[in-house]
C-alpha cells in the first residue's frame, strides 16, 4: 500500500518544538501498516526536522542556544532580502535536514524510547509549515 497526504503544523515560536504527536495523529492510514516505512519531507528552506531527546525540554533550548551562536544573524550574509533571520535559517535548515525516513510496525512510528521528532522553526514568524508525509508499507 502506499498512501500520501499533507500535514500542516501550526505556527511555532522560533526555536525547536517536540511535534511527533502532531504529525502522527495526522497521518490518515499509519495504523493500517503492520510493516512500512514513513517518509516526512518538510516543504520550507527556513525550518528542519530532526530526530532527538523527547523528555527534557532543555535539550530543545540548549539546542537553540548552540545555532544562535554558530549561526548568527549579524554574521556579514549577503542574502538579507527577507530579514537578519532568513539566511541563518537557511543554514540551520541545510545543517538539520527536511526530512526523515521512519520505519513503522503494527501501525506505529519505531523511535527509540527517548526519541521524539523535532520542527526547528529558524524564523522569527515562520508561519505553519507544510510536510508531505508518504507511507509504504503492508
Not at 527556513?46 to 548568527?72: G, K, W
Not at 532580502?81 to 541545510?94: F, L, Q, R, T, W
Request: net charge negative; charged share 20%; aromatic share 6%.
Amino acid at each position: 500500500m502506499w498512501h500520501q497526504q499533507y500535514v500542516t503544523l501550526a505556527e511555532k515560536r522560533r526555536g525547536f518544538h517536540l511535534v511527533t504527536d502532531e504529525i502522527i495523529r495526522n497521518i490518515d492510514k499509519l495504523v493500517e501498516i503492520r510493516i512500512g516505512l514513513l517518509h516526512l519531507l518538510l516543504q520550507h528552506t527556513s525550518a528542519s526536522l530532526t530526530l532527538n531527546e523527547n523528555c527534557d525540554p532543555t535539550v530543545r533550548s540548549d539546542m537553540e542556544q548552540h545555532f544562535m551562536r554558530y549561526v548568527p544573524e549579524n554574521a556579514p550574509w549577503q542574502h538579507k532580502d527577507e530579514g537578519a533571520d532568513d539566511m541563518p535559517a537557511h543554514v540551520k535548515s541545510s545543517t538539520l535536514g527536511v526530512s526523515l525516513l521512519l520505519p513503522v510496525s503494527q501501525g506505529r512510528i519505531q523511535l527509540g524510547t527517548w526519541q521524539g521528532i523535532w520542527l526547528g522553526e529558524h524564523r522569527n514568524h515562520g508561519g505553519a509549515r507544510c510536510i508531505i508525509a508518504t507511507l509504504q508499507g503492508e
